[in-house]
């Protein structure tokens, strides 16, 4: 059914793209009256963001205790997940404890307690996957060249040159290979890169502007 | 008032995409000038699994990526995971195959399920819609969100996983992984840095702009290919003015800029 026989959908849609454009127009340039506005508008956002990241924290805490409960597969996991949330929150909300003492009703999360926190355990668990990704990328360098399709075996192969041309310097005295290298990077991989670029930005331009118009609708909820 | 002329080019740019964008519309609505697609195997893919999810009963995984909804660099490419979503949805809602969906960002798990809602009420299957298979895995935090999925892979086997959205070199977690189970896997990126690990672990790939141009494939009706019409034009255009300025430097001309 058109949007313009469905009065919901219909003024979803005019307040949707009355708000995109004006925000829009504020990007392009400031233009008096509607500066203010889309600023306004803009702040709105970041507080539904906020309240979304509560839903989502909700939907996070239901889903594992749900698993907890009935004891699926891995719910010990889902008990480390709810436990490590809680110690976030209230170290960073309540109380939390620092050499010496313990700080009460922390004012911003970069005070000490949920500032040591991130430290003594994201940061390494967050180098540590960095780390995995060289592993990961040679194994599925090594099934790439099991499939033998035309696509992974090229993308190796220029892998494989551009990485022994980086790692091993005396290889750029050879005549030609580190000038071919440097084309192939300033020319073909960089108008490659632009071709690309320019291709989804056009993409996105026309995705926003079926927003605007209601085309798409990706922000109704009935 | 006076508009800066950077807001009045970008004005006269929206107007004229908004016409091309109308003009389509309208042209694909009244059937005119019908046009045959260019094959996506990658979506074959996923028609394919549509098909078979509803006989086996395993779980079609969608992913609009870890990108957030409101940054200026992920935020397109999540709308365009979105709407996907939304169609895969609404034909696995018509098929009776089961959906799981995964999200990186609060706002798009909101997005995903108030489209997924959509999805099954306007296939007349509202009751069957269920919350607890749109999943938020991670907020913001691209490698949380690719060891989330990875815990998905574990804990079920799926029909086939489709990524299509804002990625980086995130993907490779998820993707590996994936490739590993044997979990058939579609994705599609736009950057340089998640593309090549999509070529090696995916089973079908989505370059650059064809992730925008996915849900007017997977749709029923005629309507959204109007989005295809638009992008093949401006993207004719651009050619145009390329070529134009590449002839008018060789003799010498430069833009005043």
């Known amino acids: 059914m058109s949007f313009l026989h469905d009065p919901k959908r219909l003024i979803a849609t005019l307040i949707a793209g009355a708000t995109g454009l004006l925000v829009l127009i504020d990007f392009a340039g400031p233009v008096g009256t509607i500066s203010a506005v889309a600023q306004l508008l803009v702040n709105w956002a970041a507080l539904v963001t906020a309240l979304a990241l509560l839903v989502g924290l909700l939907n996070v805490v239901l889903s594992h205790i749900r698993r907890v409960m009935r004891r699926n597969a891995d719910w010990g996991y889902s008990v ?6 809680l110690a976030v929150i209230v170290s960073g909300t309540l109380i939390g404890f620092v050499p010496g003492g313990y700080v009460l009703y922390p004012t911003v999360l970069a005070e000490q307690p949920v500032r040591d926190l991130f430290r003594a355990f994201y940061q390494p668990l967050a180098a540590s996957f960095l780390a995995l990704l060289a592993f990961f990328g040679l ?3 090594l099934r790439a060249l099991r499939r033998r399709t035309t696509d992974s075996l090229v993308i190796l192969v220029v892998a494989m040159i551009v ?3 980086a790692a091993l310097p005396q290889l750029a005295a050879l005549p030609y290979l580190n000038d071919t290298v440097n084309w192939m ?7 490659s890169a632009r071709g690309l670029l320019i291709g989804a930005a056009l993409g996105a331009l026309v995705a926003g502007i079926r927003v605007l118009l209601g085309f798409d609708q990706p ?3 009935r | 008032m006076s508009l800066p002329s950077e807001t009045l080019f970008l004005l006269v740019l929206v107007l004229a995409v908004i016409g091309l ?3 389509h519309h309208a042209r694909v609505l009244a059937g005119r000038n019908p046009f045959t697609l260019r094959p996506l195997p990658g979506l074959d893919l996923m028609r394919r699994a549509l098909a078979r999810g509803a006989e086996t009963g395993r779980a079609i995984h969608l992913s609009p990526g870890s990108g957030a909804v409101g940054g200026r660099a992920s935020t397109a490419e999540t709308v365009a995971g979105l709407l996907v979503a939304e169609r895969v949805a609404a034909e696995a809602a018509l098929n009776g195959a089961p959906i799981l969906v995964s999200s990186g960002d609060a706002v798009a798990h909101l997005a995903l399920r108030g489209s997924l809602r959509q999805s099954y009420q306007r296939a007349g299957l509202g009751q069957d819609y269920d919350p607890v298979n749109v999943q938020m895995l991670a907020h913001q935090d691209p490698m949380a969100y690719a060891s989330g999925v990875t815990t998905l892979y574990g ?11 804002s990625f980086g070199q995130e993907f490779l977690l998820a993707g590996e992984v994936g490739a590993q189970r044997d979990v058939p896997q579609i994705a599609g990126a736009t950057t340089t840095t998640a593309l090549p690990l999509v070529y090696l672990t995916a089973d079908g790939v989505l370059v650059g702009e064809e992730i925008y141009a996915a849900e007017a494939y997977l749709a029923r009706t005629t309507a959204p290919q109007a989005r295809l019409l638009t992008q093949d034009a401006m993207r004719t255009a651009v050619i145009l003015v390329i070529l134009i300025l590449l002839i008018l430097a ?6 005043p800029i």
């Open chain 1, 185 to 191: 990077a300033d020319f073909v991989a960089l108008a």
């Open chain 2, 155 to 165: 804990r079920q086997k799926l029909e086939v996983s489709q990524f299509n959205g």
């Open chain 1, 80 to 85: 480390v997940l709810l436990g490590a949330m």
């Open chain 1, 139 to 141: 194994s599925a360098a």
């Open chain 2, 250 to 255: 060789l003799f010498g001309w430069t833009l």
């Open chain 1, 163 to 165: 990485l022994v041309v």
């Open chain 2, 21 to 23: 964008t109308l003009w």
């Open chain 1, 219 to 221: 922000y109704l909820d």
